[in-house]
Each structure stands twice: as C-alpha cells, then as structure tokens.
C-alpha cells in the first residue's frame, strides 16, 4: 500500500468538567499543571488513548496496557520475543528487516515509533537487541487556555473493611481524589511528515485510522477520575498539504487556528492560502 502522500497537521481541543485528564504521580496524582497553573496532558498519556481506540478498533498494538493486553503476553519484551519467532531466521538477524517487520505487524510502531531495546538470553546465545525507530507522527501536550483550580476530596467509606480486635469500625478514609474543578478547555496541535511515513509504512489508511481515534478520543475511557460524560472531543481541525513538503511550516498552519473558550476553532484562511482543511466536531 503506498505511504502517506501529503504532510498533514492537526490541531484539537476537548474539554474537562470536573474529572482529571492526566493525574501527576510525583504530586499526589492531582492533575497535572505548568508553573504559570495551566492545565497539562502530557503527549504520553494522549498516544495512550489513541493506542486505547486503534486496539478498540481491531488494530494490532505493541505498546498495550497491562490491562488492555488481548495477545497473552506479560510484557514488551515477551511480544517481542513471541513475533520474533514467527520471522525466518534471517530476518531475525537483519536490523532492516526487523524494523520493517515491526512497523508492518503493529499500528503504533509505524505511526509513533518506538525503540526495540531487549536483552538476550546468553546461555541460549541471544544477542541484545536495539532498534530505534522513528515514527511520522508527532503529538504535542495539551495545554489548558485558562488557569486551572483543582478540587481535592476525601474519600471516606461507610462500611467495615477490616475487622479490628476491639471490634469498632475500621478507619473511614480511603485516600484523595483529585480533579479540575469545573469545566476547562485543553488545546494540543500534531503532525505527520511523509518523509518519516516512507520509512515506516505509515499509509493513508493510517491517516484515516489516527483522525477517527482522535475524534473518539475519550470513548471507553471512563473511570472514577474521568466519569462518563467528563471528558468531551469539541473539534478536530485537520489541515492536508498538497505535497510531502507541505505549502507550510506547521508552526504557522497551527497558529492559524484560533480557538474560543468552549474550544470551538476558527481557522484564519489568510495566512495559508491554498491549504485544504477541515474542521469536525468531536464524537
């Protein structure tokens, strides 16, 4: 199938009503904020989720959750071990054809990268293994357009979870939970560059597949710090080239897109004339 043909960019915003986007496990898995008290998520947990929708959708992933895993295996290294196995042996011995093999076998690899860097059994005779592979797209954090506050709650429980030897009540606090309080709206801004797409497989097909996991971003990602309804995609603007060059620096296609404060974006045509866009509401 032919590579990616056309530089594309993207800017998306989504909003978050009291629930936490991306908890910071060095301060107390509160939300995470800049010094100036913006709103972050980081660009590690935004590729968590696509990686979330495209196995929803029936693609292969290297990089799975331990609680999302659907092939059996208990870690990166043991998925790599298993693929490598159904590869000849020449493959197996050939860096090049390592690299293209995984980019063909899992959708993440050939879209985001990865580094293959697992040790080999010596009594068996392994060689360790380090394959960097750098991938066509590219995703910033997202940032808050306002300053954020933060709500921090008690959680308590009204039943006895251990028996005591008085035998009174346990203790009643369970921990903290944290999250943005009220309603805030967060901007990130991507890009994929064919030049990288060529390297890697990443087609347009591809293309597809990482729009419609960014419009569906939050689906099947409730949990008790991001209730149902909590988190919501507002617009997608997406910006294709006509070129593998692209007619501009992305920088620029970016700040052409201006965005109010419920997250609804405008994109100002004068300054990039000629560029096809779209923009799509959330789903």
Not at 32 to 43: F, K, P, V, W
Not at 208 to 232: C, Q, V, W, Y
Request: charged share 30%; proline share 3%.
């Amino acid at each position: 199938m032919t590579s990616l043909q056309h530089k594309i960019d993207f800017v998306l915003t989504f909003a978050v009503e009291n629930a936490n986007p991306n908890g910071d496990p060095l301060n107390g898995n509160r939300p995470r904020t800049t010094a100036e008290g913006l709103g972050e998520m980081s660009d590690v947990a935004e590729k968590r989720k696509i990686r979330n929708r495209l196995q929803d959708a029936g693609e292969r992933i290297f990089v799975q959750s331990t609680d999302r895993t659907d092939d059996g295996e208990k870690s990166l290294s043991d998925r790599w071990k298993a693929f490598t196995k159904t590869l000849s042996k020449e493959d197996q011995k050939d860096r090049e054809a390592l690299s293209y093999r995984a980019c063909e076998q899992w959708i993440d690899v050939r879209s985001f990268g990865q580094v293959f860097a697992f040790k080999g059994k010596e009594k068996e005779g392994d060689a360790s293994v380090s394959i960097p592979v750098r991938g066509p797209f590219t995703i910033q954090s997202a940032f808050s357009l306002e300053p954020i506050a933060i709500d921090d709650v008690q959680i308590t429980k009204s039943v006895n979870g251990e028996t005591t030897d008085t035998n009174k009540k346990s203790s009643d606090t369970m921990g903290m939970k944290h999250r943005v309080s009220g309603r805030a709206v967060y901007v990130t801004h991507g890009s994929i560059s064919p030049q990288l797409a060529e390297k890697t497989g990443f087609t347009e097909k591809d293309a597809e597949k990482i729009k419609e996991a960014l419009l569906t971003l939050f689906e099947n990602d409730e949990s008790s710090a991001r209730p149902a309804g909590s988190m919501e995609v507002v617009n997608l603007a997406w910006f294709t080239h006509n070129s593998k060059a692209g007619q501009y620096s992305s920088a620029k296609v970016h700040r052409t897109a201006k965005v109010d404060e419920e997250g609804v974006i405008t994109v100002d045509t004068a300054h990039i004339p000629g560029l096809h866009y779209e923009v799509l509401e959330g789903r």
